[in-house]
């Protein structure tokens, strides 16, 4: 800026930058300012830009173990007269996982094109 236009000013601020970067550009320095002086004036709440994720519930979950385990018998993973623990250890993993709604619709559509692929290769 000139001089005169510094003068003209009602203000005078100072950035602090590294001493080799003595000067921002203007559009980073009103941008820096703009959120500095919103921030002293109270701040204000940050929104999500999407909606969190639905988790799945207890059913949900126990539906897509139901069909899971269908899928592992077509396709000769679970021995289902010597399940051993396979069933239960899923339950526990899914549980930790937390799984979301979406995430159980995209696991029962595994589930589904194994019982295809089982069916087909059976057929």
């Not at 001493?19 to 980073?28: I, T, V």
């Not at 899928?71 to 069933?87: E, I, N, Q, R, T």
């Not at 993993?93 to 029962?108: D, G, M, P, S, W």
Request: charged fraction near 20%; aromatic fraction near 6%.
């Amino acid at each position: 800026m000139r001089n005169e236009d510094v003068y003209r000013c009602h203000t005078c601020l100072s950035i602090p930058t590294h001493p080799k970067f003595g000067s921002l550009n203007l559009a980073a320095a009103v941008q820096l300012i703009a959120y500095e002086w919103r921030q002293a004036l109270g701040g204000f709440a940050v929104q999500e830009a999407t909606a969190p994720p639905v988790r799945a519930d207890a059913p949900q979950v126990a539906g897509l173990l139901a069909h899971l385990e269908q899928a592992l018998v077509a396709v000769d993973f679970l021995d289902p007269k010597a399940p051993k623990k396979l069933m239960p250890r899923l339950n526990a993993l899914f549980n930790r996982a937390q799984l979301t709604q979406e995430e159980v619709h995209i696991l029962r559509g595994v589930a589904k094109a194994m019982l295809e692929t089982a069916a087909k290769a059976k057929g």
